[in-house]
């Protein structure tokens, strides 16, 4: 009888830290349908440029941000539309849909929340 052999497998965990100082820019993708943005909720940091890549899954929306300099964007339907959000401070951000698109329209909202 052959005696059993067991392996030891040993899992190395990497876990890989953001470094503070050297951070890339960052994407994040958002769709856009009546009458809301998916995700409708964003986090970023301060001072890290990201890249808001949008595409609409029906018809054109639009997307700003008052409190961001009123950075805004027109997101038409088969195509990505990119938007740089550069965020100095800390805060919660609202944004909108600025082109009516439909009875709902007026909900279709959503907010960036800036962390340090
Ligand atoms: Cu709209």
């Not at 769709?31 to 890290?48: C, M």
């Not at 899954?57 to 938007?83: M, N, Q, S, W, Y």
């Not at 100095?88 to 007026?106: I, N, Q, R, S, V």
């Amino acid at each position: 009888m052959l005696p059993l052999t067991f392996m030891m497998a040993a899992f190395a965990v990497v876990t890989f830290a953001a470094d503070q100082a050297g951070q890339q820019e960052q994407v994040v993708k958002i769709t856009a349908k009546k009458f809301e943005y998916s995700p409708n909720e964003i986090r970023i940091k301060t001072g890290v440029p990201t890249v808001f890549e949008f595409t609409s899954l029906d018809r054109v929306h639009g997307f700003t941000v008052p409190d961001l300099g009123g950075i805004r964007a027109t997101i038409e339907p088969g195509k990505v539309t990119r938007v740089t959000i550069l965020a100095p401070k800390a805060g919660t951000y609202e944004f909108h849909c600025d082109l009516f698109c439909g009875d709902g329209h007026e909900g279709m909202t959503g907010k960036i929340i800036v962390e340090d």
